[in-house]
């Protein structure tokens, strides 16, 4: 895998928000790829809690400045960048001040979901894709984390399946076991049709739920990681059914597993 390139997208990542599995398994994903010669780039977006002063956090003008469509009204992007420290790694941040400025990450202060989180998933899903665009760099793997981050093998598959910069790259999504509650905005399906006419593509997406957004994104994926020892059976089997190419549980040997994976999906097809 040695110069490769590896698309890392992921809902969340340390030491930009807290420690948690998922965030912390998708650092380690990328450093590891990156001590191994791997060329890498992070993507995640730019919540509000973020401290950009701290993590030294700034907007890159030659890359911001588009409008997104989202729900057929014009969002603008901003992208800003950071280097890990120790790392140099350097992470991209996916910003629009009416999705991201407030300071919390999915929730309000009642714990409920908020009402926009379909339109953030939306229009992070576009910005990645449309950044890395103007960045020209063809990702061979394209590595999807966190529920946040799960519409983007769907837009990479419909959307965007015309777009020679990925006509080659491999999608593997990571399964973590952090749900939420409840569903997204219902009119997620609806405002996914102004991108896209593909109904059998977007009729998993018709209750927008935890499951089921993941379910998108193995549909759309050519592999499927489990990143959380403890999956839901509903999904494991979805998995099975779509003859997914899968990565089992890893707990310490994610460095060569990870990449081992990467190298057989390139493989295929070859």
Known sequence: MKDKRVLFVSSEVV?????????????????????????TRIFMPRFG???????QL??????????????????????KVASIPKERMQVYFIDNEEYFKRKAVYTDEDDQLFSDNDERAIFFAKGVVETVKKLNWAPDIIHVHGWMASLLPLY??????????????KIVTSLYNNSFEGDLNTD?????????DAPTKTATLKTPNYTNILKSAIENSDGVIHASEALSEELV???DENKK???GYQ????????????????????
């Open 58 to 79: 700034h907007e890159v003008i030659r890359l911001s400045g588009m409008n997104l469509v989202v729900n057929d009204v014009d969002m603008p992007l901003i992208i």
């Open 245 to 247: 190419a899968v990565l």
């Open 15 to 39: 030491p930009y928000l807290p420690e948690t599995e998922l965030s912390s398994t998708a650092f380690l994903a990328a450093k590891n790829a990156h001590s191994k010669g791997v060329q």
């Open 156 to 169: 990479l598959r419909e959307f965007y399946k015309e777009e020679p910069l990925f006509t080659e790259s």
């Open 49 to 55: 809690v973020i401290n950009e002063r701290r993590h």
């Open 188 to 196: 997620l399906i609806e405002k996914i049709k102004f991108d896209l």
């Open 251 to 270: 707990e310490e040997n994610i460095k060569e597993a990870y990449l081992n994976f990467y190298a057989d999906l390139l493989a295929i097809n070859q």
């Open 237 to 239: 089997s979805f998995i």
